[in-house]
């Protein structure tokens, strides 16, 4: 079985920073897209940041120039790094893994639990 384990979430004042992890752990043999979801209060959930194998990364628009999406991949790690957040940035926060737990077997998506990141003041 495969298992992400996010942390770092909590209350920050607007224009705080925090730092998102997220480990994944078990069977893998690979790791292709990684990526930071969020679902706001009364919202759909939607696409923060992803991250390719390859290091390629995209972002929202409303996060662009103040998120930051990286990867280890020795740890299978996940981060986002979150500047000049704001109140609108409040959300229980995602991440995904695109997995490969064999060389015979195709990739899955595995989620994190989700941690809770609220802005305020």
């Not at 384990?5 to 790791?31: F, K, T």
């Not at 609108?88 to 926060?93: F, G, L, P, R």
């Not at 991440?95 to 989700?114: E, I, K, L």
Request: proline letters at 3%; a positive charge; glycine letters at 12%.
């Amino acid at each position: 079985q495969v298992q992400l384990v996010e942390s770092g979430g909590g209350l920050v004042q607007p224009g705080g920073s925090l730092r998102l992890s997220c480990a994944a752990s078990g069977s893998i043999v690979s790791i292709g897209t990684m990526a930071w979801y969020r679902h706001p209060p009364g919202k759909e959930r939607e696409l923060v940041a992803a991250i390719t194998g390859g290091g390629t990364t995209n972002y929202a628009d409303s996060v662009k120039g103040r998120f930051t999406i990286s990867r280890d991949n020795a740890k299978n790690t996940v981060y986002l790094q979150m500047n000049s957040l704001k109140p609108e940035d409040t959300a229980v926060y995602y991440c995904n893994a695109d997995v490969r737990r064999s060389w015979f077997d195709t990739t899955h998506t595995y989620w994190g639990q989700g941690t809770q990141v609220t802005v305020s003041s």
